[in-house]
């Protein structure tokens, strides 16, 4: 084994240690083959690993040192708007009367957590101009297969069966295609024009009696506004099939415009995005859905609501697409939002947008001297450079994005949207500083110069990091994905 | 506007609106057409500070019962059990909280290598071969065990017993419309999945048989006689397992299963009002490359050095797009970690003994009620889960235990009529001896 290897608990593991703490069993002690049949009794032990609690502290806190946060740097990821995690939220998440209550006790028990799930769906309602909320869905892709199912709940109870088609533009998330697909529909690309924005002309010949909805991130990946809105709306409502916002980039326009009021029929957002839930590496996330009144009647069920002066679960919603997720929704993520919304006001919501928002015009204005940019317009939240210049010179995008670790920042997104080339796609949001990203566009300026003078820099990046550039093919060809003392890929039987 | 998180002064906006060549934020917002402009503030609550908002969320926490205060016997899917100290230390290290998914490993080891871990201990628990990041909880993963076995054997119907959590049962439904799947329910027999039904139901056209271990009622469901089945019939085996059970339960891979999900909810994370848990996703390696979400695998840098990936990334949406069999991104990365804290915790030895401890906690139990005259139903193996007839309806009884300090079973007459009066009773390791005989006491007191 190398030195310089991060040991896995499994190799910290020595026999006859533990890390728990259980009382003396104080009932009697029973003979568990009296109870359990032979066959359901375990043989062999599972290996878990024996180490004592300093070992397990001291093994985490060296993998945290080897992982980037928001808390640890400038971290512009396109489309995931890191902004900062308020440590308030982590506080009020670990009340126990918050995290110590469970989902099945009797409704009179849990009327302060229920009153927090009613308010905030309020408050979404509000913020979105949609009428209803739903807080059930986990997370973005969630919401997103939730809506449409309700939309083709919608379609069937008016005998519109032969509503197959969901309408995604090219510059769509990739969930955005694949909720459609496992809601049931066939996808239609919709091809962008020359501003990055929706092809009107296109939209208005793929619209038919098949549309079920158009999906529709605005702004949209590359940041910027679709203007043509209204008249989407009026190409998709016209031939009677609904529109679909996808929240992830709330953040743009909280206080300027509301999904309702443009048109959109059923929307979601991502609490971990744009209301500061924290993403945890991956998640948990939380996908609330705002709908219509007319969409209403398919929400998923039990809807909360508030009767007289309590606070209830419905569960009388007889076309109801059912259930989407056990209980009600990521109520620890989601309370994590409601803190952050009751942190900012009204005010404050209204001027993180319009932070986040001149932040990313700032940088985009300083930057483009130095990188292709693709759309020139007024930027919303975010931006998306190319990266054909320096390409053509030797380095991509791969290549910057890795040299930046070596400044300390992480990096934008890259390759996304895919209708950009070499794209690196930037958003600030608005908790960081005027330093932070004059300090990040000054690295991107010397890395633009170092491609053009010493390309190699860049091209064997990063050179700071815990470990260079990992061979990802040979991880996907002799996959080995849990640790065995005796490491040897995963033999696969069936392709 | 000055707020704590805004870092924005008015020199900072002065000197950007310039560099930009603008008079004025507004006019970056120009694009938006004046007909779906908002106008005007949200009417929503003003912002509150930091210690008046922490004052009145706490009085509405403190309008919850909960299982800190209260000795909660209440399961059902979700469980009071040993939370390690160490668990919340861990995840409360930020590094991991405000990371994004691991998209750029070079600066990722940390969540990389944890995930890593993290697919190992499930795969030690169930004894399935591979497991995935992890899922959003043990509902979802159910259902997209089986659609994914929809898809592998090109088939369109499951069969779900009858003694799988309601809740996932709904899921299940909900996912299984999603793709024209036909949802068929296996019904129980004295608590266990009925096997001479199940024989009769399964056809050419099932694709997977579901059940849950132990199940809904908490009896041990015969997982071999059902694989079998199964794979007579060209299904697969699908089990919703407990894994903090699995402890001195045979996995189920060692039972034939095919897939097995479930809640790592009992390993560290708490209740949250139902809300985030952490669904897991083993399966055996014939199904590697159709597992939906992330999966974490070793390989190396140019230096030979040992690292962490990404992988197969082929299957997931962000590539597939309207090919994908799931769409699932976000998963509950961080209540892995925290699962994986407690599964480390445990280890080798305290896994063992946690599940001994609701064996034997629960036997205790079982013979208490029973002693004061109350009927244990159903009589196959129990873990940590009973069906006691309290002979009164349960939401009174619940009533009085509550004024006792004591969260009652969970109320059986919501999901079946005939089970009117009874209660499904949960007895963790964290429940003494004293709080089970108060249990009883109060029943013996309800009927006295």
């Not at chain 1, 940041?223 to 809105?229: N, S, T």
């Not at chain 1, 980039?249 to 929307?267: C, E, H, I, T």
Request: hydrophobic share 40%.
């Amino acid at each position: 084994m190398h030195k310089e290897n991060q040991s896995l608990i499994f190799e910290v593991s020595k026999p006859g240690r533990i890390g728990y703490s259980l009382p003396e069993l104080d009932v009697p002690e029973v003979d568990v083959a009296s109870i359990l049949s032979q066959g359901v009794i375990r043989t062999e032990d599972a290996e878990l690993p024996e180490v004592s609690e300093l070992d397990i502290m001291r093994h985490y806190t060296a993998l945290s040192n080897r992982n980037h946060g928001v808390d640890t740097g400038f971290y512009p990821l396109g489309s995931c708007t890191m902004k900062y995690n308020p440590k308030i939220n982590e506080a009020v998440a670990r009340f126990p009367g918050f995290a110590r209550v469970h989902p099945l006790q009797d409704e009179s028990t849990v009327q302060g957590a229920l009153e927090v799930a009613y308010d905030l769906q309020e408050h979404l309602a509000e913020i979105t101009g949609m009428p209803q909320v739903t807080l059930q869905p986990a997370a973005g892709a969630h919401g997103e297969w939730t809506a449409l199912m309700m939309i083709r709940a919608f379609h069937e109870a008016n005998g519109d069966t032969q509503r197959t088609k969901v309408l995604v533009p090219d510059s769509a998330h990739g969930t955005n295609p694949a909720s459609a697909t496992v809601a049931g529909f066939d996808t239609v690309t919709v091809k962008s024009n020359e501003k990055g924005l929706v092809d009107l002309e296109d939209l208005k010949s793929k619209v038919g009696p098949d549309t079920a909805a158009l999906m529709l991130t605005n702004p949209n990946t590359l940041g910027l506004f679709e203007e043509d809105i209204l008249e989407m709306a009026a190409a998709v409502h016209g031939v009677g099939g609904k529109l679909y916002y996808d929240g992830a980039n709330l953040n743009a326009v909280m206080s300027k415009a509301r999904p309702g009021d443009m048109g959109f029929d059923a929307v979601h957002l991502n609490l971990h995005k744009t209301f500061t839930g924290p993403h945890g590496g991956g998640g948990p996330g939380s996908g609330p859905v705002g709908v219509t009144d007319e969409l209403a009647a398919f929400l998923p069920k039990p809807v909360i609501e508030k009767v007289d002066d309590r606070f209830v679960l419905n569960y009388d919603v007889p076309q109801s697409i059912g259930r989407v997720k056990p209980y009600y929704g990521n109520f620890g993520i989601y309370l994590r939002a409601y803190t952050y919304i009751r942190s900012m006001g009204p005010d404050g919501l209204k001027a993180v947008t319009e932070y986040a928002v001149l932040n990313a015009n700032y940088m985009m204005r300083r930057l483009e001297p130095y990188f292709d940019l693709p759309y020139t317009q007024h930027c919303k939240h975010e931006f998306v450079l190319s990266g054909r210049r320096q390409k053509k010179l030797g380095a991509r995008t791969l290549d910057m994005a890795k040299r930046l670790l070596d400044f300390g920042y992480h990096p934008p997104t890259i390759y996304f949207p895919l209708n950009v080339e070499e794209a690196m796609m930037i958003e600030p949001t608005e908790t960081e500083s005027k330093e932070t990203l004059d300090n990040f566009i000054e690295a991107m300026i010397q890395i633009a110069k170092e491609v053009e003078e010493n390309p190699e820099i860049v091209q064997e990046a990063p050179h700071t990091t815990v470990i260079g550039r990992l061979d990802e093919t040979k991880a996907a060809r002799k996959p080995m994905l849990r640790y065995i003392k005796e490491q040897s890929p995963v033999e696969e039987t069936v392709q | 506007m000055k707020h704590r998180y805004l870092p924005m002064t008015e020199q900072d906006q002065k000197d950007m609106l310039e560099t930009i060549g603008i008079s004025s934020i507004d006019e970056l917002f120009s694009d938006i057409p004046e007909k779906v402009r908002f106008k005007g503030e949200y009417k929503i609550k003003p912002a509150k500070s930091e210690t008046s908002l922490l004052k009145e969320l706490g009085r509405l926490a403190a309008k919850n019962i909960n299982a800190q205060d209260y000795a909660s016997f209440l399961g059902a899917g979700v469980y009071d059990h040993y939370r390690p100290i160490i668990v919340d230390h861990v995840i409360s290290r930020s590094e991991f909280y405000t990371a994004y998914t691991p998209y750029q490993p070079e600066i990722s080891q940390g969540e990389l290598q944890a995930i890593f871990e993290f697919q190992t201990m499930i795969c030690e628990l169930t004894g399935m071969e591979l497991a995935n990041s992890s899922m959003y909880d043990g509902g979802t993963a159910l259902a997209e065990a089986g659609t994914l076995a929809a898809g592998h054997t090109r088939r369109k119907k499951l069969l779900v017993s009858a003694t799988v959590h309601n809740e996932s049962h709904a899921v299940v439904k909900s996912y299984a419309d999603g793709q024209y799947i036909e949802v068929v329910t296996i019904p129980h027999n004295n608590g266990v999945t009925d096997i001479d039904k199940l024989k009769e139901m399964i056809d050419d056209e099932t694709a997977a048989v579901l059940v849950q271990y132990p199940n809904f009622y908490g009896q041990v469901e015969d997982l071999q006689a059902i694989s079998d089945i199964a794979h007579e019939n060209g299904a697969l085996s699908i089990v919703s397992a407990n894994p903090l059970a699995l402890g001195l339960l045979t996995p189920p891979g060692a039972l034939g299963a095919d897939i097995t999900v479930g809640d790592a909810q009992p390993f560290g994370i708490p209740e949250s009002f139902g809300g985030p848990h952490c669904g897991y996703f083993a399966v055996s390696k014939k199904l590697m490359r159709k597992v939906p979400g992330r999966l974490v695998g070793e390989t190396n840098d140019d230096q030979g050095r040992r690292g962490y990936v990404l992988t197969l990334q082929a299957r997931e949406q962000h590539i597939r797009r309207d090919k994908a069999t799931s769409n699932i991104c976000s998963n509950q990365a961080l209540n892995a970690l925290a699962a994986s804290v407690a599964m480390t915790a445990l280890g080798k030895e305290g896994i063992k003994e946690i599940a001994y401890q609701n064996i034997a906690k629960t036997a205790y139990a079982k013979q208490a009620f029973e002693k004061a005259g109350f009927e244990v139903k159903f009589g196959a193996a129990h873990f940590n889960e009973l069906v006691v007839d309290c002979k009164s309806p349960i939401k009174d009884v619940n009533k009085r235990l509550l004024d006792q300090g004591i969260i009652g079973g969970y109320d059986l007459s919501l999901v079946d009529e005939s089970l009117a009066n009874h209660a499904l009773i949960a007895v963790t390791e964290q429940r003494t001896k004293e709080e089970i005989d108060a249990y009883v006491q109060e029943l013996e007191a309800i009927h006295a």
